[in-house]
């Protein structure tokens, strides 16, 4: 093998180790990009950590039980034939009918703790991911966004710089469509200010006709 040949293979075997160098590259950018987006999805549906349920359940069982003694409250210690009316007790009227299943404002009205312990059965019967308290949601969110901005926009240059040196690599989905709406929205301001000046250019013309005209008169 002459000397020209064992050059000319070592400059190919270089650049390919370069271009698959610069896929990688590529690639590792874009695993970084779906982390980053697996993160974000998991803020909005990620459930609420344990600490934060109880408060919660607590929360909604006060809130359904003072709603229920609100509206139905009254029934039970008022009027002629109420729970407390000096009257026989086969002459009571209850508002709510034997036949009915138990009201849940009635559960958490008059039994709160039971009622927060059938709320955390059920949600201890089904799993669910636990996420971060609702607090600290909206700075996470914040900061991973800004880590995504700044990543897509290296990755975003980095293949620009690649297509530069002569290594065309597809740019992601988003990109593209940004790009395209860029584009589009470029077209339309140009046709938009061809048209204004076409305008402009038009009545200027018609002054200086009517200009000339007043002068001939």
Sequence with gaps: ?????????????????????????????????????????AIDDHGLPQSELDARIAALVQRDGAA????????????????????????????????????WGLVCAAAPELAATLLRGIVARVPYREGLPLAERPDTRARLLAERHELAATEERFIDDAAAAGLA???????????????????REAKALAAQRQREAALDARHQRARRFARIR
């Design 1 to 41: 093998m002459n000397a020209t040949l064992k050059t000319a293979l070592k400059r190919v075997a270089a650049g390919q180790s370069a271009i698959a160098d610069v896929q990688r590259t590529v690639l590792d950018l874009r695993d970084k990009l779906a982390v980053l987006d697996q993160q974000l999805e």
């Design 169 to 187: 690599i597809d740019h992601r989905p988003e990109v593209v469509a940004r790009r395209q709406a860029d584009a589009d929205r470029q077209r």
């Design 68 to 103: 229920y003694v609100d509206d139905r409250g009254n029934g039970f210690v008022h009027g002629e034939r109420s729970l407390v009316a000096p009257c026989p007790v086969n002459a009571v009227r209850l508002p709510v009918m034997p036949w009915e299943a138990m009201p």
